[in-house]
């Protein structure tokens, strides 16, 4: 991810004249999942320089947004970065989002024109931390240059303070906007800017409130479903309800005569066993309001093909797992030591399974976008979380030119994994071309449920042996899952478990004796990603397990872990997330989060604590949660949280982060699963679907964070992974009984 | 034709009765600040005011609103942010916001419902779904809201 060290300084800093007079500063740095220039980065076409940081005459100053902001707070603490170095009032500062920019060279390839775009895997903060910090400090020194150039002075002898340059010794001091025109005919500095030391900073390391807050509570913030062109119109698509089904007849008379329908277009559904362009074959009405193309679809008379998955069911899933389990070794993920000579020797071992199910994003904006096909390009504005894949999308179905093709991310209305994928601007785009004219795509939440890229489930088989002292000398760790690998580009079928297991998690180096082992289950469902993928089902797994054995052994739970983790070690991790994994920190988060949540002191009767940690993508977070089960019914009291997530941007949204994360994983734990009955998916909406509501809401919630004092990591995922596990060991601390699957709802009724 | 006011504004409407209001205020209207969620009345993120009440405008056939005033977010606060949309800035509630037109139309008819509301007030009230989990900080800046409501209008602005 850090190509951009490797590349000269004069290639991905940019500097231009802005219109009026002031100056414009542009930066590159690769993104998540964008094409990696190969080599050479051409320079920007001329006069094409879009802005990053812009200084008007007036001082005002602009700072650009590059990533899409779908309420992970990337559009507020990504500017911090910048805004920081530059030295100038936070408060003055405007926060614009860019839409994407890319180019070619001379030689053809792609690039980006500003900086990487997209958002995934908690990668923004840390692939930006260097870069966009030095794009800030490469615009204060050239705005100090031009100061010391008019005032004839070493530039030595000035400095800067919010918004202006100062000579301390002829007491002088000139506001950057006065600056800027001169700042921008300077050559760019060939040395890296000297960057502050985190004890000067201002901005960064300071709770900052949302950039947008007042535009959402007003309204006027924009989200893919507010977006508007002249001369639009608007469709929905009725797909098929079963996996890979096909479409036989349908009858769309009845559909035609309701006013405003305008037309009626076909989507030809993804080709079996392809990577997904749309998710499903459908038929799309097409209509002068959402309303119109709503009541034009309940008129459609569609018969169906059921496609190749109509017998599969989730049940049918879970008992292929079992039997795959118990009939056989599975691909070998991981094996050090001797695993069976250790069990054979063990005074003790254990053994338990755990079960999560396939779950759904359900953004709470439903997909939609907008698309304009033109002769000569296309235009794209929607909730985009990787907008060069959208643009690779219309190409691919135009065939027009992706210079040609604008696209314009605005607010998304959640993401959690759901946007890396661009079936929905597919979609948007085949109807545009046929109707020629701007075409609004709404889905509605059945057509959200039904149609998504699922986290898988699985079911995962624990065992560990345990010799006389009470410490574990051999982990054997079986998972059988559908892999979300699932019909992706260029994955061969023994890389399937590349997706959900990580070899580098603990315990591998804390136990000497280690096998990991999968098997790769077949399922028609469609999956993706969702938030920290499968760190949620591993850190269920290991988590609970580790207390099982804590309470086998009569131990603390914490102490048992923290025993295991041992001394603060650094070790190898070539997972997303390395280079290395600190059992030090994870121990921290675990020592913090059970310190402020009183860990060890008494509870009531029927009540209990459970706690978790795990590390996630670079950040290390744990859990105590509280509950009480009364008469059965279980009720969460009190969820105490602790992160490092190195040093936190923005504290203020590392700890809406940390919230999100606690109330997203117990909305997950308690009552979601996505299932499956001959072919189609039985979930239409939040009735079948629950999402968790503020009813569910722990009363109390406390989130702490770590200054490790190591650079900033995403936290995006993290605080999601240990809080399904620490509740499930709270409920075992209250009440004596072990939940091994989710959802709870199956197992202990909630109040 | 049936005729209503939105934000004090007086609109009729010529189409189809049954039309969700939902769709009349973002379609018709071009009021885009009432989202869609769901459909079916269920996360509440379309949550308008009828007549000073909380409606869930996906389930309200345009045509129940014939003579009735109806306030959407953009109405809200028309005139100076609204002491509850005050309290969401300064709680910092938003996360994606997609919800938070809708949480604040339904804590504005919660407190006017109790204007000192308890815990159990608010997790009995307060229905509206929020995907991100911002529900701490919606609690909280229901309870800053309330507080705020209560003080003289002299001391209101203060957020
Ligand atoms: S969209 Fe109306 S309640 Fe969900
Ligand atoms: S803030 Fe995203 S749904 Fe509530």
Redesign the pocket.
């Known amino acids: 991810m850090n190509d951009a060290a490797h590349l000269p300084r004069r290639r991905f800093l940019q500097l231009g004249a802005a219109v009026g007079g002031g100056l414009l500063l542009g930066i590159r740095l690769p993104a998540l999942g964008e094409e990696k220039p190969a080599g050479s980065i051409g320079a920007p076409p001329e006069g094409t320089l879009a802005f990053f940081v812009r200084i008007d005459p007036d001082g005002a100053v602009t700072i650009g947004s590059p990533q899409p902001e779908m309420g992970q707070g990337v559009k507020t603490s990504l500017p911090m970065l910048i805004a920081e170095e530059l030295d100038v009032d936070w408060a003055r500062v405007r926060v614009a989002q860019m839409p994407m920019g890319i180019q070619r060279n001379t030689e053809g390839q792609m690039s980006w024109l500003h900086v990487g775009q997209g958002a995934g895997g908690s990668t923004s903060i840390a692939s930006s931390w260097q870069p966009l910090r030095e794009a800030g400090a490469t615009a204060r020194q050239l705005l100090t240059q031009a100061a010391a150039n008019r005032w004839q002075v070493d530039i030595g002898s000035l400095s800067t303070e919010p918004g202006a340059v100062v000579h301390a010794g002829g007491n002088r001091r000139l506001g950057y906007g006065e600056l800027a025109a001169e700042a921008a005919r300077l050559p760019l500095p060939t040395a890296p800017p000297p960057l502050k030391a985190p004890g000067e900073f201002r901005i960064i390391g300071t709770p900052r409130p949302v950039v947008d807050a007042e535009d959402i509570v007003t309204g006027r913030a924009r989200y893919g479903i507010d977006a508007r062109l002249p001369g639009q119109v608007y469709a929905v698509i009725e797909r098929c309800p079963w996996l890979d089904g096909r479409l036989l007849t349908v009858d769309d008379k009845a559909a035609r005569a309701v006013p405003g329908v305008i037309d009626i277009v076909l989507i030809e559904g993804p080709a079996a066993g392809e990577p997904y362009t749309v998710l499903a074959s459908g038929v799309a009405v097409v209509a002068s309001s959402t309303w119109a193309a709503e009541r034009g679809r309940r008129a459609l008379n569609i018969r169906w093909d059921r496609g190749p998955h109509a017998k599969e069911s989730s049940a049918g899933l879970r008992r292929r797992m079992e039997e795959a389990l118990a009939a056989s070794d599975g691909q070998v993920v991981l094996d050090e030591g001797d695993v069976e000579q250790a069990f054979a020797g063990a005074s003790d071992s254990v053994e338990a399974s755990y079960y999560v199910p396939y779950v759904a994003h359900a953004t709470l904006e439903p997909q939609c976008c907008l698309v304009e096909v033109r002769e000569d390009g296309a235009t794209v504005i929607g909730p985009i979380q990787m907008p060069a894949a959208a643009s690779r999308m219309v190409h691919q179905l135009t065939g027009l030119d992706r210079l040609s093709i604008e696209v314009q991310m605005t607010r998304l209305g959640g993401g959690f994994g759901r946007r890396l994928t661009v079936d929905y601007v597919a979609e948007a785009t085949l109807i545009a071309q046929q109707v020629k004219r701007p075409v609004k795509l709404q889905w509605n939440r059945r057509d959200d449920l039904h149609h998504d890229f699922y986290r898988p489930g699985g079911l995962q088989q624990l065992r560990a042996a345990l010799n006389d002292k009470g410490e574990v000398t051999a982990w054997r760790q079986r998972l059988a899952s559908p892999s979300k690998y699932y019909r992706r580009d260029g994955v061969a079928e023994d890389g399937m478990w590349e997706s959900e297991l990580y070899p580098d998690d603990p315990p591998r180096r804390l136990v000497p004796h280690l096998r990991l082992e999968y098997f790769a289950m077949q399922s028609g469902m469609p999956r993706g990603s969702w938030r920290a993928p499968a760190h949620c089902a591993n850190a269920f797994a290991v988590q609970s397990f580790i207390d099982e054995l804590a309470h086998r052994v009569n131990a603390d739970p914490l102490q048992f872990q923290l025993r295991l983790l041992g001394e603060p070690r650094e070790f190898p991790y070539e997972q997303h997330g390395g280079p290395i994994f600190d059992t030090g920190r994870l121990a921290g988060v675990l020592r913090l989060a059970a310190e402020r949540a009183d860990w060890g002191s008494p509870m009531p009767a029927g009540s209990g604590r459970g706690i978790a940690g795990h590390f996630t993508f670079g950040g290390y977070c744990a859990y105590v949660v509280e509950v009480t089960v009364t008469d059965g019914k279980l009720r969460v009291d009190r969820v105490v949280g602790a992160l490092d997530c190195g040093l936190a941007v923005n504290p203020n949204h590392v700890k809406a982060q940390m919230e999100s994360g606690i109330h997203d994983g117990l909305s997950t734990a308690l009552r979601l699963r996505i299932t499956l009955q001959d072919g189609r998916v039985q979930q239409d909406n939040f009735d079948s679907y629950p999402l968790g509501s503020l009813a569910d809401a722990p009363r109390v919630v406390e989130t702490y964070l770590v200054d490790s004092g190591a650079a900033p990591s995403g936290v995006g995922e993290p605080p999601i992974p240990p809080l399904a596990p620490a509740l499930t060991n709270a409920i075992f601390a209250a009440t004596g009984q072990r939940i091994r699957e989710l959802p709870l709802i199956d197992h202990i009724d909630l109040a | 034709m049936i005729q209503f006011s939105v934000n004090g504004e007086a609109v009729a409407h010529t189409g189809d009765p049954e039309e969700p209001l939902?769709w009349v205020l973002r379609d018709s209207l071009g009021l885009t600040g009432t989202?869609?969620?769901?459909?079916?009345?269920?996360?509440?993120?379309?949550?308008v005011h009828v007549d000073g009440a909380a409606r869930?405008?996906?389930?309200t056939p345009v045509k129940t609103v014939e003579g009735q005033a109806v306030t959407t977010i953009e109405g809200l606060g028309a005139q100076g942010l609204h002491p509850v949309q005050q309290a969401w800035i300064a709680e910092d509630v938003a996360q994606c916001g997609y919800c938070q037109a809708g949480q604040i139309m339904a804590a504005v008819d919660l407190l006017r419902q109790v204007p000192n509301p308890s815990d159990a007030d608010i997790e009995r009230l307060q229905t509206n779904l929020c995907r991100c989990g911002t529900y701490t900080r919606v609690r909280k800046a229901i309870f800053r809201a309330a507080a705020a409501q209560g003080r003289t209008p002299a001391t209101e602005g203060e957020s």
């Open positions: 939902l989202k869609f969620g769901c459909g079916a009345g269920l996360c509440g993120a379309c949550t869930r405008a996906c389930v």
